[in-house]
């Protein structure tokens, strides 16, 4: 084993200066991705001002956001002060299948910005910080605020796709007939097990408002015609009579009753043989790092949710009729955690 000479590791000053400018870092990757910075360097690198020209900024200004971020290697700085990308900035591109450009644009959305302001808030009493600034749950804020809606889809759309070639990779559909894909969006993750798995027949269940726009994303893939569209509400029942039950980002969304109202319409709903896969992160125990962690705490002070451990799943499951038969690592930072009725 190669062992890390010490003289490599920064030494703590650095690293907590580096943990304590952290915001300033993500807001720049953020309005950077916003921009389209790395769209437009796609093909060619470019001076600050040819970008402040484009993109309507100011270009000194522009110059010190992207020479900050070339400093961690974001952008690259040519010796004739212009700019090309780098591994980290071409996921910020809009036109790659691995891109977080959405993700990003989230990330520095006001909205959330105001409700980590209030992390004291949630750390001190377990409230939502969200719902302390906004006056509402995230998913009603979604609803009032369209523009806002659009860009938190877009960013689980690229949470989604990123995450559907280790799903496919890392369970056997083979058993399965019928796939309800529980709160599924706009199917995306169902239509790519769907054509992995040419014998399946899929569900896609969510709010009216989201069945409403799915047709279009089921026709682009090209699995419309082995697609079931039902809309209502999981806290009040889900499709019967299927064999799977698929549900992605969700259960992390919820405190644990509420969970737990979720998977027993699920039990109810499910053929006695029928299966539960949540597709979550687990968090793993002790110091380990893992996103997880960091996602966790975006859950505090967000949705009022949270990421779980394998012990806090199998509760869960425990909880609500099922038994934990395996928890399939994917690669990816998600796992599949599989649950058969008791």
Not at 157 to 173: L, M
Not at 312 to 336: C, H, N, Q, V, W
Request: hydrophobic share 40%.
């Amino acid at each position: 084993m190669i062992q890390q000479n010490q003289t490599d590791v920064p030494p703590p000053d650095v690293i907590l200066m580096q943990m304590l400018f952290g915001a300033q870092m993500q807001r720049s990757v953020c309005l950077a991705s916003r921009l389209g910075i790395p769209d437009l360097l796609a093909t060619q690198s470019q001076t600050a001002e040819e970008l402040a020209d484009k993109t309507g900024m100011n270009a000194p200004s522009l110059y010190r956001l992207l020479r900050t971020l070339a400093s961690i290697g974001v952008f690259s700085e040519t010796a004739d002060r212009k700019f090309e990308l780098t591994p980290i900035s071409s996921l910020l591109r809009s036109d790659v299948s691995n891109s977080v450009r959405d993700f990003a644009v989230m990330m520095g959305e006001d909205w959330i910005w105001q409700a980590w302001g209030e992390l004291p808030y949630s750390v001190e009493t377990g409230g939502v910080a969200h719902e302390k600034v906004q006056g509402m749950g995230s998913f009603e804020f979604f609803q009032k605020n369209e523009e806002s809606g659009k860009v938190f889809n877009a960013a689980m759309t690229n949470f989604t796709r990123a995450i559907i070639p280790a799903v496919i990779e890392g369970y056997d559909f083979s058993g399965v007939n019928r796939l309800v894909d529980i709160a599924g969006g706009h199917g995306l993750l169902l239509a790519g097990i769907l054509k992995a798995n040419p014998h399946l027949q899929g569900v896609l269940f969510d709010l009216p408002f989201v069945i409403e726009g799915a047709g279009e994303m089921l026709q682009k893939e090209d699995v419309s015609d082995r697609v079931e569209l039902a809309s209502g509400d999981f806290f009040e029942s889900v499709p019967a009579g299927a064999d799977a039950y698929m549900m992605k980002h969700i259960i992390h969304d919820w405190d644990d009753e509420s969970s737990i109202k979720i998977l027993q319409n699920i039990r109810s709903a499910m053929n006695e043989k029928g299966k539960v896969l949540i597709i979550e992160m687990v968090v793993p125990e002790g110091s380990e790092p893992h996103p997880s962690k960091a996602l966790d705490i975006l859950m505090l002070v967000m949705e009022g949710g949270k990421e779980r451990t394998k012990d806090e799943y199998r509760k869960l499951l425990d909880a609500t009729g099922f038994k934990m038969t395996r928890i399939i690592p994917t690669k990816s930072p998600y796992s599949l955690i599989e649950g058969e009725p008791l």
